[in-house]
């Protein structure tokens, strides 16, 4: 059972209550710390910009994943569903088709997260996506997969696709490529110890069978300064793989033998050393009503991306914990801000350090929130969670964006519920999407997860690129502009 305490200003009126039922859209604004700006986020087939008193000042006609380009134009799924479609539409500011882009190979399958990126090498945009590439029985024995778990039906593995912008395949790097095995000798990827390869992984992860969407990655971001990737997936491990040295400009059939190659390896890896035999995993414990995460840091997590440039933190990464499958006897969602350059002795040498050598120290908790202690990594340099261990929790989706004033705005896609904290933890913004399955509610009754659910939200200030020149003029909240039959909704 859920239970926020809120307070919503409306009209300068205040009304508390439990999140069982209560107001939807701005429920509070702190405006001396909050980050003034517009806030971007899809729901149910249509992109809004709202401002922080939650009107619309714009909308186009597409939302899934909503990337707003510097440009002003929206890039998205051509359908409304991340989980799977077979391309990308970008639009304009007035939701003009401007590009499009159809994956027509059989055995790929685009899913969840994107982006577009600017190309130094081909001096030229390009998008990167990710996408289920299918695997024959036949290559995963001949990759080391237990003859035993097979047959091998079905089976996909993430791949990374980079297209120009005339839809010219020019990079693609492949999970399958990397992966390593200790069951038979005489396969080309065997080595005699997983723990000794952190930059490959296991085909025969303990208790995962090869099966279709194996690792189910979920977000994809990329760092220009470095020219390389960061994935995320569900599974709680993220991965950093290099772009640039396995990038050949004007040739992608050798751009992607070199990223097929050991150059594709890993560069870093966070989330859950037990994969590679370098940590423990979780665990029931003897007397079966405690258990234990192991050194696992995330379950079911999204949205990793680098801190931006000359923000408070830059350089670092950022990711949505959506706490499950931690054993935790009530699951808990944070947001995790990690530094993977700190070694041992917590110094940051500038190159990245594999996390079991930079250790981890066991975190107790209060005795109310019911919590086992935890192993937690020490370069995790800063975190966000609820103080009520039922006040914030996401089973799916989600998304963090770190702030110029130090501030985190925070996505819970189950809930469809946005808020801003301070570094210290303060809530400063909240507002809860009106936009569900049986319309636009003012109320929100007690709903099953997913009713008014929002994937990601970003915020942006007037004074960036895609929003220069632009008339961002209020017109009202998505309620108000329910009830004059105005509400700029494509698929209602």
Not at 375 to 383: D, E
């Amino acid at each position: 059972m859920k239970r926020i305490a809120v307070i919503m200003a409306v009209a300068g009126m205040l009304a508390a209550h439990e999140r069982l039922q209560g107001p939807t859209e701005p429920l509070y604004w702190d405006q001396s710390k909050a980050y003034n700006g517009y806030t971007l986020f899809a729901a149910r087939g249509t992109t809004y910009l709202i401002d922080m008193e939650g009107k619309v000042v714009h909308s186009w006609a597409i939302g899934t994943n909503p990337r707003l380009l510097d440009n002003g134009n929206i890039l998205d799924a051509a359908t409304d569903d991340p989980s799977g479609f077979k391309g990308f539409k970008e639009l304009d500011w007035d939701s003009n088709l401007v590009w499009e882009y159809v994956e027509k190979r059989s055995n790929y399958a685009p899913h969840h997260d994107w982006v577009r990126i600017f190309n130094k090498k081909l001096n030229a945009y390009t998008t990167l996506y990710i996408a289920n590439k299918s695997v024959t029985h036949e290559q995963a024995i001949a990759a080391g997969a237990d003859p035993a778990k097979g047959p091998y039906s079905g089976v996909q593995m993430d791949a990374v696709v980079e297209v120009d912008m005339k839809g010219n395949v020019v990079w693609e790097w492949w999970f399958f490529d990397h992966v390593a095995q200790n069951l038979d000798a005489g396969r080309a990827n065997y080595v005699s110890s997983i723990a000794k390869y952190p930059g490959r992984l296991d085909i025969n992860l303990p208790g995962r069978t090869l099966k279709r969407d194996w690792l189910h990655c979920n977000s994809i971001d990329y760092n220009a300064e470095l020219d390389q990737i960061v994935l995320n997936s569900v599974q709680g491990e993220l991965v950093i793989i290099d772009h640039g040295n396995t990038f050949v400009a004007g040739d992608p059939e050798s751009s992607i033998a070199k990223a097929a190659g050991s150059a594709g390896d890993f560069l870093y890896r966070f989330g859950d050393p037990a994969r590679y035999q370098q940590g423990d995993p979780p665990s029931v414990l003897e007397n079966w009503d405690t258990a234990t995460s192991g050194h696992r840091q995330m379950g079911g997590s999204h949205h990793a991306q680098w801190i931006r440039p000359e923000l408070p933190g830059a350089g670092h990464l950022l990711v949505f914990n959506n706490g499950q499958y931690l054993f935790e006897r009530t699951p808990q969602s944070s947001i995790l801000e990690i530094n993977p350059y700190l070694d041992g002795s917590g110094r940051d040498g500038g190159n990245y350090v594999n996390p079991p050598d930079a250790g981890y120290e066991t975190v107790t908790y209060l005795a109310d929130t019911h919590k086992m202690p935890r192993k937690i990594s020490k370069q995790i340099v800063w975190s966000y969670r609820s103080k009520s261990n039922q006040g914030f929790f996401s089973h799916i989706g989600s998304s963090a964006q770190r702030l110029p004033n130090g501030n985190t705005l925070i996505c819970s896609d189950t809930e469809g519920h946005l808020f801003e904290v301070t570094s210290t933890g303060d809530l400063v913004w909240e507002y809860l999407n009106p936009i569900t399955k049986d319309g636009v509610l003012k109320i929100l009754p007690d709903s099953l997860p997913m009713t008014n659910s929002v994937f990601r939200a970003f915020r942006y200030t007037s004074d960036h690129p895609a929003l220069m020149g632009k008339a961002l003029i209020p017109k009202a909240t998505i309620t108000e502009l329910a009830t004059t039959g105005m509400l700029p909704v494509a698929n209602q």
